[in-house]
């Protein structure tokens, strides 16, 4: 079953204070990912991965192109949807795992963690009870959980951040190097997180410099050069 | 998020005399949505405020609001008793200045139970009550209740007047620059506070800033203002993140990064 479908997607950047030159990035983007399978996708940096990435969340603007999305039993376009659409589509189809966490002050780790589900309406102390077991299984000391997470090292807060992530159940997520910052042992945790969130349906999409970890999560592999704009001669 | 809006604006413009404060603004807002409008100082943003808020008459257009028996009124064409009801329990009015929202020379307790007089509230021990709860939640000590606001520093002014505001349960927040001439400190108590409560309770809430991290933090969607127009609408990471009018780049680009 194709949980997310993108189609012919194409961006450009106009950078209007630097004499309007164009920069573009990407043109005919086209891929599925089945529920259950994770693909990554490949090339050097600069290639267009994040963009991408960001394209698909809708934190990027499209210039044409489709994302689709499945929710409700439908395939739902999220590059053209109303900002509305976007945000009910992030609350219960598509979810995102950024790299750097961006703190909001004086909101403890714990809380940063079991917020997502706070908001879906769960219950605030089994929202932290559940909080606190995804900071144990990625080995985040409890004497940090009561602490905003802004003075946490680089490692720590990547930690908190993928807790954050992974405690929701989104049929599709998204990976932005999760593991950039982690050491070995933490790394086999995320490992075995996308694995289980693979048996339990979910289609991921997801950027991975580390070559053994890709290896070991990803079923397929996109090259982005493959996406390269082909300049007119 | 329900499925019908709050509020509908639709080619709303201001003009003072030949002067252009706002033109041409057209927005829908939702249940629990939090619209950040952005601009620099002159841009028509507080000009706009006002006009939603009905504090200014528009010179065309029209802002129809769902009023809480579901129908539907023109803010405009309301008679007086009706837009008092708005305005002191159905609405608040978050000003950056806390002198401007809070009657400095009555006690605290005053300040958060006159807004519950106004909807008739007549029991002096349940208004004080009332008003010692909602101190707690804007983490006011209970033996201030007896202060004047002459007295609190200005985090605590801002925090009192959230709660003289919040106390009636509006379900519409205009908030003007909330957070402006703040220490840092103090503001990102503010930003935690405002933020937790727009969630708890619901609100939807129209908040002008000129600080995009302000918007990036507590908003879902924003609009850009130049010259009295709204040149660039649309979700607030989207609109921060991949800016697209060459002043909306300006903007992004001018924050200082620490």
Known sequence: ?233 | MSDEPLLRVSNLTKYYGSRLGCADVNFELYPGEVLAIVGESGSGKTTLLNTLSANLEPTSGEALYRMRDESWRNIYELSEAERRFLTRTDWGFVHQNPADGLRMTVSAGANVGERLMAVGDRHYGKIRDTALDWLGRVEIAADRIDDQPRSFSGGMRQRLQIARNLVTGPRLVFMDEPTGGLDVSVQARLLDLLRQLVGELGLSAIVVTHDLAVARLLSHRMMVMKDGHVIEAGLTDRVLDDPREPYTQLLVSSILQV
Request: charged share 25%; net charge negative; proline share 4%.
């Open chain 1, 1 to 233: 079953m194709t949980a997310l479908s993108v189609r012919n997607l194409a961006k450009t950047f106009t950078m209007h204070l630097r004499g309007g030159i164009s920069l573009p990035v990407v043109e005919n983007v086209t891929f599925d990912i089945n529920a259950g399978e994770c693909v990554v996708l490949g090339g050097p940096s600069g290639a267009g991965k994040s963009s991408i990435l960001k394209m698909v969340y809708g934190n990027y603007g499209v210039d044409s192109g489709e994302v689709l999305i499945a929710h409700d039993g439908d395939m739902v376009d999220l590059a053209s949807a109303d900002p509305r659409t976007v945000l009910t589509l992030r609350r219960d189809a598509i979810g995102y795992v950024s790299q750097f966490l961006r703190t909001v002050p004086r909101v403890s780790a714990l809380d940063v963690v079991a917020e997502p589900l706070v908001v879906r309406g769960t219950d605030k102390e089994e929202a932290q009870r559940r909080a606190g077991e995804m900071l144990s299984r990625l080995n985040l000391p409890e004497r940090l959980w009561s602490l905003p997470p802004a003075t946490f090292s680089g490692g720590e807060q990547q930690r908190v951040n993928i807790a954050r992530g992974f405690i929701t159940h989104h049929p599709v997520l998204l990976l932005d190097e999760p593991t950039a910052s982690l050491d070995a042992a933490n790394r086999a945790v995320v490992v075995g997180m996308i694995a289980q969130k693979k048996r339990e349906g979910v289609a991921m999409l997801g950027i991975f410099h580390d070559e053994e970890v890709r290896a070991e999560v990803a079923d397929r592999i996109v090259d982005v050069t493959g996406f390269a704009v082909r300049q007119a001669a």
